[in-house]
């Protein structure tokens, strides 16, 4: 597979599918669902959520379900579709193969020197595992288990 193969999604619009793989929500918990998984390293700012959600609709990719609330009011819940789905495979695909480049080829380890170069002491410091922050492959093969 080449890194270009398919279309590919915005950052917002792969965490949106990425918390709606837990199943449907509305927009404020897609918004905590996801710092809850990202243990709030990511989030997304809720004009740029409702705008992606819109976005994603007109695509295909998530369904507006309208919902009664207790209050007799119209509420909103989301849920992704098939083609989201897919797309959101597609997309851990894509960025599978480009954490295997980055261990690969080692780059965390040659970036981790580059910011260290000219600064006494700053080679002993040990190298920033930046794959290891979150269990990103735990929750990829999550998402892959929604076939």
Same mark, same amino acid.
């Given at each position: 597979?080449?890194?270009?193969?398919?279309?590919?999604?915005?950052?917002?619009?792969?965490?949106?599918?990425?918390?709606?793989?837990?199943?449907?929500?509305?927009?404020?918990?897609?918004?905590?669902?996801?710092?809850?998984?990202?243990?709030?390293?990511?989030?997304?700012?809720?004009?740029?959520?409702?705008?992606?959600? #819109?976005?994603?609709?007109?695509? =295909?990719?998530?369904?507006?379900?309208?919902? /009664? @609330?207790?209050?007799? &009011?119209? +509420?909103?819940?989301?849920?992704?579709?098939?083609?989201?789905?897919?797309?959101?495979?597609?997309?851990?695909?894509?960025?599978?193969?480009?954490? #295997?480049?980055?261990?690969?080829? =080692?780059?965390?380890?040659?970036?981790?020197? /580059? @910011?260290?170069?000219? &600064?006494? +002491?700053?080679?002993?410091?040990?190298?920033?595992?930046?794959?290891?922050?979150?269990?990103?492959?735990?929750?990829?093969?999550?998402?892959?288990?929604?076939?």
């Amino acid at each position: 597979m080449s890194i270009e193969d398919g279309p590919q999604v915005s950052e917002a619009s792969f965490l949106i599918l990425f918390a709606l793989a837990w199943g449907p929500s509305h927009g404020y918990g897609i918004r905590r669902r996801l710092r809850g998984l990202t243990g709030r390293e990511f989030d997304v700012p809720s004009a740029t959520l409702y705008t992606r959600l #819109e976005r994603m609709a007109e695509h =295909g990719y998530v369904a507006e379900i309208e919902v /009664k @609330r207790r209050d007799s &009011r119209r +509420g909103r819940v989301y849920a992704m579709t098939s083609m989201g789905r897919h797309m959101l495979r597609m997309e851990v695909r894509r960025m599978r193969l480009i954490m #295997e480049l980055i261990t690969r080829l =080692g780059v965390d380890k040659w970036l981790a020197k /580059k @910011r260290g170069a000219g &600064r006494p +002491g700053a080679e002993s410091s040990p190298p920033p595992d930046i794959l290891a922050s979150h269990d990103i492959p735990f929750a990829f093969d999550r998402i892959t288990e929604l076939s």
